[in-house]
């Protein structure tokens, strides 16, 4: 990365808008002695209670609290070296900081990896005997049992040190793309219509892609898809083992497919994916509908994949100086209640934001933090709308954090990736709704219109094109196939034509883009964050029809935690992801927003 000029040094920025981490831990001096007697407690925790957790309800209990309590405390540490890193990350003192944590988590996490198998060793009426016995291990009964649930899984003794050698090898495949895509492979470069140079990336690429210069748009297209073809058998093949891991690995453990292997960490049953993808295939002809009105609008007679990115809608930038943002979102926030804007504005006033970039920090955004801390929250704020919605998708995060905190117990303090998107989407989605509500100009009404219904093709249409191209070759390596690169070029073509329909022409080149997509190496993963978009919008509609109560229901969710599987808790936002329902809404919502967007550009 080079240098911006004029960037602000970290202490030239003013304190008030840098987050306030003192308040995490005050006196760094202590830090090195705290991680030696962190790495001696666990030294003695292993001596205590390996081999002694079912000797009693009273000893479990203690095994499960004092874990919770050395872990909390190097979360702490690591959590607060890693914030203090992306300050400013040419300072080693914090990067030394970091690694050090990092090691000590990884002796931790060592010495302690006798706890689950060995829990698991107890005899299940053993186990649910203490629960009724000890009233305090109540607090531990839905772990207990969701490794109960995970039992029949775990192989003997023998079985599972052999399978945890083996997991040594068996990340080449991964780890192989991930050298290949990140070190190796090389691009040539796009050239505009005025024969300047562009250096393709993939940092680049999605900014040459948004470019108004239709020849600018093809070659970096031309050029990124290129690279991938020149490599297509060695990225086959290692697909095709990346792909069959999972599925003997799933065979081993006696899961029925791979899929349902993936899918079993947040107990979701197959019924979820295949709602997804079902009740998405339904609606693709709005998809098409879409797609077809950018080709209008954009004015062209043959429009291909290298078009699907560029802003329809141009409008005048404005600025949005960070208070007006923090404005902004709290009007837009009003319908969640008073609680959550009281409990937001305490948290902006204790110091929970860095705003503005600086020299060496950490570009992008995040919401992080631990259990006894702030849910902090990194910007890089510039002034933009696209600003204003990250601030207010980070503080759906950290409110999400806030209230589970508060409510839960350390051991069901976090998120799974399932419902911590949709908090940060539902943010997102008011925000939208409430500028929507705002603006009457028509030529303003489009472009948030456009901004809106491009979430929805990348995040719900796009994550679940992957998805099903995901379900389609594990699905052939299970039938005993092997895939070729020409096969799955025919069918990640197939899958193109489909989801976007005639009005875009068909070219070799986008056959090759399931090449260059690093999540297919971590399968059945994407298909969360279309669940976690429809459930949002699901729960953000209900939430500006219903009121209060949806309101009311929806904070009760953010206070769950961990403390059920996904589905369970977004019941109680009432948002049962088990049927198609809320896909359904989301397609409803997609459609009304395109219905209106065609009408605005038709009355041009
Ligand atoms: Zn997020």
Redesign the pocket.
């Known amino acids: 990365m080079s240098a911006k000029k004029g960037l602000k040094s970290r202490d030239q920025i003013d304190p008030k808008y840098k987050w306030n981490i003192e308040a995490m831990i005050s006196d760094e001096s202590t830090i090195d002695k705290d991680l030696q007697k962190i790495k001696n407690q666990a030294d003695k925790y292993a001596a205590k209670y390996a081999g002694h957790l079912g000797d009693s309800a009273q000893t479990l209990y203690d095994a499960f609290a004092s874990r919770d309590r050395i872990m909390r405390k190097l979360e702490k540490i690591f959590v607060y070296a890693h914030m203090r890193r992306d300050e400013d990350n040419a300072n080693s003192l914090y990067q030394g900081m970091t690694d050090k944590a990092m090691a000590v988590i990884a002796y931790v996490s060592a010495v302690t990896s006798f706890f689950t198998p060995e829990l698991l060793s107890v005899k299940r009426k053993t186990l649910l005997g203490f629960i009724e016995e000890n009233p305090e291990l109540k607090t531990y009964e839905f772990v207990i049992k969701d490794a109960l649930r995970q039992k029949e899984h775990v192989l003997g003794k023998k079985e599972e040190a052999v399978l945890a050698q083996m997991g040594e090898v068996t990340g080449a495949t991964n780890d192989i793309f991930t050298m290949l895509n990140n070190a190796d492979i090389r691009f040539e470069d796009a050239v505009d219509s005025k024969g300047r140079k562009h250096p393709v990336t993939h940092g680049s690429y999605g900014k040459l892609l948004e470019s108004k210069d239709r020849v600018l748009r093809k070659s970096a297209y031309d050029s990124m898809y290129d690279a991938y073809k020149g490599l297509i058998n060695t990225i086959s093949t290692a697909y095709n083992y990346n792909t069959k891991t999972d599925v003997v690995s799933a065979r081993i453990r006696n899961f029925g497919s791979a899929r349902e292997a993936a899918l079993s960490g947040d107990n979701i049953p197959g019924s979820v994916y295949d709602n997804l993808v079902s009740v998405v295939n339904e609606n693709l002809p709005n998809m098409h509908r879409y797609v077809a009105l950018r080709k209008k609008l954009l004015g062209v007679d043959k429009m291909y994949m290298y078009d699907m990115y560029v802003p329809l809608i141009k409008i005048p930038k404005k600025k949005i100086p960070f208070e007006e943002g923090l404005d902004i979102i709290r009007e837009a926030l009003k319908p969640l209640g008073r609680d959550y804007i009281r409990k937001m504005n305490k948290g902006i006033s204790q110091g929970w934001i860095d705003v503005y970039e600086n020299k060496g920090k950490t570009s992008g955004a995040y919401s992080f933090g631990c259990y006894d801390s702030y849910p902090y929250i990194l910007l890089n704020y510039a002034d933009t709308l696209r600003d204003v919605f990250t601030i207010i ?1 980070e503080m759906g ?1 950290s409110m999400h954090s806030k209230y589970t905190r508060d409510a839960q117990p350390y051991i069901y303090g976090s998120h799974s990736i399932f419902t ?2 949709t908090a ?1 989407t539902v943010n997102e989605s008011l925000l939208m709704n409430y500028l929507l509500d705002q603006e009457t100009a028509p030529r303003m009404r489009e472009y948030l219109l456009n901004m809106y219904l491009e979430e929805f093709r990348t995040t719900l249409f796009r994550q679940t094109m992957f998805a099903e191209f995901e379900d389609i070759t594990h699905k052939a390596i299970e039938a005993g196939q092997v895939l070729t690169s020409d096969w799955m070029c025919e069918e990640y073509q197939a899958l193109n034509d489909k989801y976007y329909g005639p009005a875009v022409e068909r070219d070799d080149t986008i056959r090759y883009e399931w090449a260059r997509i690093p999540h297919f190496y971590n399968a059945f993963y994407v298909y969360k964050y279309a669940t976690g978009y429809s459930a949002a919008t699901a729960i953000c509609s209900k939430i500006l029809t219903e009121g209060k109560s949806a309101a009311d229901a929806y904070i009760d969710f953010l206070r769950t935690g961990e403390s059920d599987y996904p589905i369970e808790l977004l019941k109680i936002a009432c948002v049962d992801m088990s049927g198609p329902e809320p896909i359904r809404k989301a397609m409803d919502k997609f459609n009304e927003l395109l219905d209106e967007f065609e009408g605005l550009v038709n009355k041009r």
């Open positions: 998708h995060h911590a998107e940060s």
